[in-house]
């Protein structure tokens, strides 16, 4: 369940259907969910989102998506040093992949490697991808990435 101050994030399922809708015919989603889906950004808060005046947009609705899998609650990390935070797998692997997907658009030689930070079931995993990433010759090119991604991993 959500509270008005939480924060909805997109479900990978979530991007999935906003941007490859054709290929979830099955999965009927009203309109009025779809433009709440389409607002849920990872930085509006219920309250915010509600406050928007969409129709037929309540708390419910937030319930609602996060029911079919569309969004999830976004994890806040405390204000604690970096070595003692929780990081939270699928927000870590998530925020790596946006910077990655990002990154492929100016540089077609990562896409190989968004393949493999999806394919990334765990948080150890993720950080051993990520330090191979960073080894290797793309990852060299764009160091200027290194700092963020530790940062989204709490190191």
């Given at each position: 369940m959500f509270a008005m101050d939480d924060i909805p994030l997109k479900t990978?399922?979530?991007?999935?259907?906003?941007?490859?809708?054709?290929?979830?015919?099955?999965?009927?989603?009203?309109?009025?969910?779809?433009?709440?889906?389409?607002?849920?950004?990872?930085?509006?808060?219920?309250?915010?989102l509600i406050d928007k005046g969409l129709p037929q947009v309540d708390l419910d609705s937030i319930h609602r998506l996060a029911q079919l899998g569309l969004i999830a609650r976004k994890q806040t990390v405390l204000s604690v040093p970096a070595s003692r935070r929780v990081v939270d797998f699928a927000s870590a692997r998530f925020d790596i992949l946006d910077l990655m997907l990002d990154l492929s658009m100016q540089?077609?030689?990562?896409r190989p490697w968004i393949d493999r930070f999806e394919r990334v079931a765990d948080l150890s995993t993720l950080k051993q991808t990520l330090e191979q990433f960073l080894q290797s010759a793309v990852g060299q090119k764009h160091q200027h990435l290194q700092a963020q991604c530790y940062q989204l991993l709490g190191e």
């Open positions: 990978e399922f979530g991007l999935l259907l906003i941007h490859e809708p054709q290929n979830f015919k099955q999965t009927q989603l009203d309109v009025y969910l779809r433009r709440l889906l389409i607002f849920v950004d990872g930085e509006t808060s219920v309250q915010q540089d077609f030689a990562v």
